[in-house]
């Protein structure tokens, strides 16, 4: 049942946050990629079904994260959750994946569910108070809000992955795959995932770049985040002369580490075991400086954003499954990833002195 606090558009102004930058004034909005590459700020989000929107702001100022301020955000209690896909349907799910790579149609697939909690009815919901709680609580390096009620977009991200970086002609994307609570958890099936979803980032950019200018200074990197650990690795190439943002997102997107390989066969797959749209989630969330020729996109992970014709919040977790999956292990790792940032959200994080409960 929808939640009537939360049917109509809030009154908080527009706004973007990106680390220690923040964006107010809101300009203008298009679904246009090519706004890109013209002129000002732009905070941009892409829903992984394809859905874009691109906010142009006027006011761009260096800020910190405001402190949580105590009563500002009042998240659903951590028991409140419920999932597109229940432990049962998942594993099911893993094992249908298994049989499609045995039959050689897809050699890696991307498995996710939604979770999905309602709001207070009482609650004065803003993402920027979540995202207050998500800096305290569960820092991110490619960390966002964008702010946007009258335009359906109100979403908060702690995401630790870059799907592309671009400065000039030059662009990167940092895809991860393979997660464990330490370095010791990682197994050789995580070191060929990630060596597999490299392959396909290189042969996007491949589509964009100059031929022979895609290479991977960085491969099956071991990087700490709160409360797990990731393999990341790291594409770069140099855009050909005539590409520019439309190009390069209709190249790339959906992001590589979030489908599979071959992309085409993990969509379909994707489209027949998962129950829910990824919406934000698993999309590309962040910023472009047009004047500079600069930009940063994070992979959607990490994720929270309001679903106000349900009085919903809602966030994604999932994993990579190939022939070495175990259903049980994968959903226990959809577990780990969800545990801290719901922990957050709820306030339980705070009220355990920042031990999640």
Not at 307 to 327: C, K, N, Q, V, Y
Request: overall charge negative; hydrophobic content about 40%.
């Amino acid at each position: 049942m929808s939640n009537p606090a939360l049917t109509s558009s809030s009154t908080l102004p527009p706004l973007a946050r990106f680390g220690g930058r923040v964006a107010t004034g809101l300009r203008d909005v298009t679904s246009d990629p090519a706004a890109l590459d013209s002129t000002g700020f732009w905070a941009v989000t892409a829903d992984f079904e394809g859905g874009l929107v691109c906010a142009r702001f006027d006011d761009v100022r260096e800020e910190a994260v405001p402190l949580p301020v105590p009563g500002g955000w009042r998240g659903p209690a951590t028991g409140d959750w419920t999932s597109s896909l229940d432990r049962a349907a998942y594993t099911a799910g893993v094992r249908r994946i298994r049989e499609y790579i045995a039959a050689g149609e897809v050699y890696q697939a991307n498995l996710c569910r939604v979770l999905s909690a309602p709001v207070p009815a009482d609650a004065d919901v803003d993402v920027d108070a979540l995202t207050a709680l998500l800096a305290r609580g569960n820092p991110a390096p490619y960390a966002g809000t964008i702010r946007l009620p009258e335009h359906g977009v109100e979403t908060a991200t702690a995401s630790p992955e870059l799907y592309l970086r671009r400065a000039g002609r030059a662009v990167e994307s940092g895809p991860i795959k393979g997660t464990g609570r330490t370095e010791a958890d990682l197994l050789d099936k995580d070191y060929a995932e990630n060596v597999m979803i490299v392959d396909l980032v290189r042969n996007d950019l491949g589509r964009v770049c100059a031929t022979g200018s895609v290479t991977v200074p960085d491969l099956c990197v071991v990087e700490k985040h709160p409360g797990l650990v990731h393999l990341v690795s790291t594409v770069h190439g140099e855009l050909r002369p005539d590409v520019g943002w439309p190009e390069l997102l209709d190249g790339t997107f959906p992001p590589g580490s979030v489908t599979g390989a071959p992309k085409s066969s993990a969509l379909r797959i994707i489209e027949e075991l998962e129950t829910a749209p990824r919406g934000p989630y698993c999309g590309g969330i962040g910023w472009v400086d047009a004047d500079r020729g600069t930009g940063e996109l994070a992979v959607g992970i990490r994720t929270f954003w309001i679903d106000r014709a349900e009085g919903l919040l809602r966030f994604g977790t999932g994993a990579g499954i190939t022939w070495g999956s175990d259903p049980e292990g994968e959903w226990r790792e959809t577990e780990l990833k969800a545990a801290r940032l719901l922990a957050v959200a709820s306030g339980a994080y705070e009220a355990s002195g920042g031990n999640p409960t």
